[in-house]
């Protein structure tokens, strides 16, 4: 028997929950085996929140204080693992957010929304367009959101609409556990943390971080650098995981 407190406890209930969620069509299916992905690099990494994740949700944290139109970006699994702590960082950092769906219906849009006005999210609503220079449906965004963002913050992002957005001139903060993927290569920052660990320290970082260090953070800002060090932290406990 697992106990309460351990993370694969906690790990087990969230499966569940995106099972569920799934079932109600606000997780896509392809959302769950990007959640199956998820969870085999949380293992590598430990579960836990590292010392260079730390850095880079501290970083993430002066990048979204200091942009002038920060758009968070909301897809079906960030909706159904975060909802509630995405409202505490809107809160402390004052982004717009707006749902951008790979798998896009008009149904699951609403859906998403929904979810997200319920646990305290102000959504940026209204008429999409195909703004993006994407080919398929992420394309689909709102002029005065994401398309007029100066900086966006990608949860759980596929490679091409990251690479997009960095092409169209934006700051690109990704959140992903995989930190060789091509969306952690390409983004101008990468959390490789678990989102729902990642997400309350951006926020709390947002509250405590003072001027002189949200500067030297954003000074030395070097993703490569966090990115090998993400890998670092994984081969040194790998190579003690027999032990
Ligand atoms: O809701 P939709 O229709 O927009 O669909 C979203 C999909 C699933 C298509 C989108 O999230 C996607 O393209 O996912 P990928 O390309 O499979 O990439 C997801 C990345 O996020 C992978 O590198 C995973 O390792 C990582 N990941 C999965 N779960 C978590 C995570 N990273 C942080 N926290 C997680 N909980």
Redesign the pocket.
């Given at each position: 028997m697992i106990p309460a407190d351990h993370p694969r406890y906690r790990s087990l209930v969230?499966r569940e929950r995106m099972a569920a969620f799934a079932r109600e069509g606000?997780?896509?299916w392809?959302?769950?085996?990007?959640?199956?992905?998820?969870?085999?690099?949380?293992y590598l990494i430990g579960e836990r929140t590292t010392d260079s994740a730390r850095i880079a949700e501290r970083t993430a944290a002066a990048m979204l204080l200091c942009a002038r139109h920060p758009v968070i970006s909301i897809?079906?699994?960030?909706?159904a693992?975060?909802a509630p702590a995405i409202a505490a960082l809107q809160r402390a950092c004052g982004a717009l957010v707006e749902v951008?769906?790979?798998?896009?219906t008009e149904e699951?849009v609403r859906q998403?929304e929904a979810l997200l006005r319920d646990a305290g999210v102000t959504v940026f609503s209204g008429t999409a367009e195909q703004l993006l220079p994407l080919s398929h449906?992420?394309a689909w965004c709102r002029r005065e959101g994401m398309y007029a963002a100066d900086l966006v913050l990608v949860?759980?992002?596929?490679?091409d609409r990251c690479e997009a957005l960095v092409r169209m001139g934006k700051q690109v903060i990704a959140?992903?556990?995989?930190p060789l993927?091509r969306?952690?290569r390409t983004a101008t920052l990468t959390?490789?943390?678990?989102?729902?660990?990642?997400l309350p320290a951006i926020t709390d970082a947002c509250t405590t971080l003072t001027s002189r260090e949200q500067a030297q953070l954003l000074d030395s800002l070097d993703n490569h650098y966090l990115l090998k060090k993400a890998m670092d932290e994984i081969t040194a406990r790998l190579s003690h995981a027999l032990d």
């Open positions: 969230i606000i997780v896509s392809e959302g769950l085996t990007a959640h199956g992905r998820g969870e085999a690099f949380d897809n079906g699994n960030t909706a693992l975060a951008n769906l790979f798998h896009r699951r998403i449906d992420r949860p759980l992002e596929d490679g959140i992903d556990l995989n993927s969306t952690a959390v490789v943390d678990e989102l729902t660990r990642a």
